[in-house]
């Protein structure tokens, strides 16, 4: 990978809204010109002098870089797979951080500049770091790409709607997202466009059917230029997207000339497949060695960004620290275009200024001091294992309570393999009965992220009947009865990007988070499930 060697980004001005163009450069700007002059007695902003902040020094004991171990030690009993905590006995080891007020190399972290007003753009070590991470783990393909903090991805997402979109335009997004991000755009006057997804996420084959066939009277909007896609560990469906996929919508958006906003939280929670837990121990050696790859190897191994297919500069890619270490930190990236850029600092300038001062100085510290570029990809790598074991575990609990069986296809899955979950009582041989029997749940085991994305078949729900007085969904009933026996999950509906479309189907869908909770309560989640299923197909 050579910068040099990448074109240039292309003009996507025509993307901006009316309130994206409207930004003004802020009055002060021309002031700051000349802050950085030698000698200069600055008088012009109303700061307040640091003497006053009553923080002299920050102390916080963080965890070392290689806190959690990369993958399966080599020894591993089969046992240890029932850890009380998924990282082991391994004995919780901190290094101490200290942030003074005042530094002799005003560059490095200090609370003097920290906890002033600062630059939309963030703290200068934090930019360089993250442009420097950007550049080694992504490998933008084009060559002027820019950086520049927001406060989480949610931050981000909404300055992108606000900077790209106008009342009455479409959003494309898979069928079943975030959330949050239609909850942001819906009262700004936008319209979700759901485009199908099949177990590697957005479809490509329905993306070009809606954009080939679109229909501006009877759609009522124009063809949409935006794209909102989660393209790893995908939320709520944890499907993961590879890179010929990406590559594809890539070259659709292109054609169609959409902007790809690239919402990332799991790209270094790449699980891989899951192996169930017999073949998994057989070949637990070998993993074992896998382990001890270099940080390149790491980095190979994950899916690609759609920054690396992103000739044009038509991708605006949100990081956040949330999932890497902490949601509380509120604080991220985009990674885009430098006229985007210019707009997002403009628009931080008039509503967050900056992210929180302690939250930039604790971060930078730990990222730029302590652990650096190679300890913080050491970091992701102790995660990744983390959170590949708390995806394994969980789905090994799903074998043990459920007939699991390993099936192709399915309307939901487009023909990729689905774990089809039959009752227990289904005693073998019941592979060879299997077409006379009813499946209770089925689910793609997920390759990424912290969800599982459940498909409950409602034709075997004997319980409920249509019959029913009330007009509560047979999901909305399991969902109660589920949350009354003690196990709270999110229900299918919540995640729907076509309201309307949900609200007629009666399908059945639950996303299951294995993110947080230890290995005993795993298996206690999965046996509450398990009894209320059998209990209402019975
Ligand atoms: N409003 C007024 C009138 C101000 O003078 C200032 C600070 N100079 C601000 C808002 C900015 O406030 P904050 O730092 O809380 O965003
Ligand atoms: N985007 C997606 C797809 C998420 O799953 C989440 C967290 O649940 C977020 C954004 C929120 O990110 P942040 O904490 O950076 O605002």
Avoid at 52 to 58: A, I, K, V
Avoid at 217 to 239: I, L
Avoid at 457 to 472: G, M, Q, R, V
Wanted: hydrophobic content about 35%.
């Amino acid at each position: 990978y050579s910068i040099e060697k990448c074109p240039k980004s292309i003009d996507l001005s025509h993307h901006l809204s009316d309130v994206g163009n409207a930004r003004q450069v802020s009055p002060l700007k021309g002031l700051f010109k000349y802050i950085k002059t030698p000698g200069i007695i600055s008088m012009a902003g109303g700061v307040p002098d640091p003497a006053y902040f009553p923080f002299e020094t920050l102390y916080a004991d963080t965890l070392i870089k290689d806190s959690f171990r990369p993958g399966p030690a080599e020894s591993q009993s089969p046992l240890s797979w029932f850890w009380n905590l998924f990282r082991g006995s391994e004995k919780v080891q901190t290094d101490r951080i200290t942030i003074p007020k005042y530094t002799a190399n005003p560059e490095d972290p200090n609370l003097a500049v920290a906890l002033q007003y600062g630059t939309a753009t963030g703290l200068v070590p934090l930019q360089k770091f993250i442009q420097e991470f950007v550049t080694k783990v992504y490998q933008p393909a084009y060559s002027d790409f820019t950086t520049i903090v927001h406060v989480g991805n949610t931050d981000g997402w909404s300055r992108a709607v606000m900077t790209l979109c106008n009342p009455g335009d479409g959003i494309l997004t898979e069928e079943w997202t975030y959330p949050s991000a239609c909850a942001g755009a819906r009262p700004l006057g936008m319209h979700v466009v759901s485009v199908k997804i099949d177990d590697e996420g957005m479809s490509s084959e329905d993306l070009e059917q809606i954009l080939s066939t679109w229909d501006e009277e009877a759609r009522g909007m124009k063809r949409p230029h935006v794209m909102y896609t989660v393209p790893c560990g995908q939320n709520p469906t944890g499907s993961n997207m590879g890179s010929k996929r990406k590559t594809e919508i890539y070259n659709l958006c292109v054609k169609y000339d959409i902007i790809i906003v690239e919402d990332d939280p799991y790209y270094f929670m790449q699980e891989g497949e899951y192996t169930p837990k017999h073949l998994r121990l057989a070949s637990g050696k070998a993993k074992a060695m896998s382990a001890q790859n270099t940080e390149n190897e790491f980095l190979k191994g994950l899916v690609p960004s759609y920054l690396r297919m992103d000739y044009q500069g038509r991708v605006i890619r949100l990081d956040t620290f949330s999932k890497t270490i902490a949601p509380g930190s509120r604080l991220g990236w985009f990674t885009c275009n430098p006229l985007f850029a210019e707009r997002f600092e403009r628009q931080g300038e008039t509503t967050t200024q900056a992210p929180s001062g302690f939250s930039q100085v604790l971060v930078t510290q730990l990222l730029t001091q302590q652990w650096g570029y190679s300890g913080y990809i050491r970091w992701l790598k102790g995660l990744q294992y983390q959170y590949t074991l708390r995806r394994d575990t969980i789905l090994d609990y799903f074998a043990e309570e459920f007939n699991v069986s390993q099936e192709p296809g399915s309307e939901l899955w487009n023909g990729h393999v689905v774990h089809v979950c039959y009752a227990k009582s289904t005693r073998a041989p019941f592979m060879k009965e299997k077409s006379a029997l009813k499946p209770l749940i089925s689910y793609v085991p997920p390759r990424a992220g912290m969800f599982i994305w459940l498909k409950v078949h409602l034709d075997s729900i004997t319980k409920y009947t249509s019959l029913d007085e009330d007009d509560e969904t047979t999901e909305k009933k399991i969902w109660v009865a589920l949350a009354e026996r003690g196990l709270l999950i999110s229900p299918g509906w919540i995640f729907a990007a076509n309201t309307e479309e949900e609200a007629l189907s009666n399908e059945g869908h639950f996303r299951i988070s294995f993110s947080n909770v230890e290995a005993e309560v795993m298996k206690k989640a999965v046996g509450i499930l398990s009894s209320v299923l059998h209990e209402f197909s019975a």
